[in-house]
């Protein structure tokens, strides 16, 4: 029974089959299965078809179902999720998950390169450079070439077991190919998720009225650490490996022969992995990733450079939090051009003024930017922005995007400068100045702040009322069911089931946590 090579989908009915017949077929769909997985996701090169592989897997239920006794925690009918769970257990990392020391300039990297010479007493050291993945770190455990277990990086430490989100990817094999396999591998990786794929799960979020992610990154964080596989099964997760971060039972002297066999055990590697031995390839390959980076389906946020040979890496050894023989070399902050479109001024929960462009929608490094703040109004007179005008925007990972400048046109009529508001443009009230700022005195009658505030109470690092987000917020203040504090406990659940997006249940759950 092979089910690797040109394999046969005409079965007998389950039930004519004994156990111990069962049981080998089972077995060997596994093996088969696995192995035509492997050569989709890590080779790209599929000897079945679709359908084939269906009635392979299929098949395979069919008998777990069966013959629950047959059941294993590395089958692949994992992939399609397992029952929920009550909360993450913890898990103790086989190897502390170290953190990298991150470089902006040039500078720092060459002083890098230095000290790796100086401490390793050789001119000629190899250096393995890779993309740094914005995505989400993960352990992934595998016993004799089966999966164990996967957990969150946490506190590099400790993390979270998220073995039953992990093993719906795709891409995450439960058994490694080949005999040849080390006892004991625990493997460092990144899941993220591709563009295309978080444009479209973004776009249904908004659809059913939730908040979109901010980022892939944050996409593949919120999704990995969900409580329901199943939740996670149908996103479209993916997943590259390159670091060990413990192996028994084999020999791995060099990264770079481990990134090699990495693939042969159908743990997937990223195409741009390469060797070099000097400052000025690191630096050359690093510009063409740049330059390449917005035609990536994932997105990258730096180089990471790491010395090649393990003995070399022991003898520079690691500081607190990140290791000395390796060094993330960023990539500048991502810049696109737009429209601006209008300023309109924002008023915070303190009653400052700030200045905000609403944008012509453009996608900057993967995520699409409509808004951008202008910090305030000597910002606005310094760059001289008013709308109509042609803006550069930046975004810097996290950081919420700014104008960075005003891209001049020539011939063209531009509209009238911009100017604070005299009056809160919320609730009408005399702004004041003071220094740079503005302000609306009107405190919490004025609506604007009161609904900063209110996010603010409600929010997890105060009294973490869970389901009051701004959303509820907004429209309580707007239908004027609650003017301060105190009136959020007056509350009753009829009063709630009023708001728009509720019903008896989600009223009751959000009275029970006010
Ligand atoms: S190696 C000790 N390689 O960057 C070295 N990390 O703090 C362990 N990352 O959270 C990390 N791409 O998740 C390594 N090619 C790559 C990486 C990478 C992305 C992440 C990693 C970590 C962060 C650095």
Redesign the pocket.
Known sequence: MDFKHSPKTKFKDVRKLSKKAARRQIEALREGIEYHNYLYYVQNKPEISDATYDKLFRRLQELEDAFPELRSRDSLTQKVGAPPLDKLKKMKHSAI????N?ALEDEEVRKFIDFVERNTGSKQVTYVV??????F?VEVVYEKGRFMYGAT?GDGETGEDISNNLKTISALPLRLQQADVPSLLAV?G?VFMHRKGFQKMNKQRIERGEEPFANPRNAAAGIMRQLDSKKVADKPMDIVF??VLKVEGYDLSTHWDTLQKFPRWGLKT?EHNRKFMSYADIAAYRSKLIDSRDHLDYEIDGI?I?LDAYDQREKLGTRQR??RW?L?WKFPPKKEVTRLQEIVVQVGRTGMLTPVALLQPVDVGGVTVSRATLHNEDEVRKKDVRPGDKVQVIRAGDVIPEVLQRIPEKGRQRKKKFSMPGKCPVCGTEIVKEGAYYFCPNGLSCPAQLVGHLVHYASRQAMNIEGFGEKTVKSMVNSEMVSDLADLYRLQVEEIIELQGFAEKSAKQLYQAI
């Open positions: 998950m170290l953190s990298l991150a890779e993309p740094k993945f914005d995505g770190s990086r460092r990144e390159y670091e990223d990471v790491k990140s290791p390796a993330a």
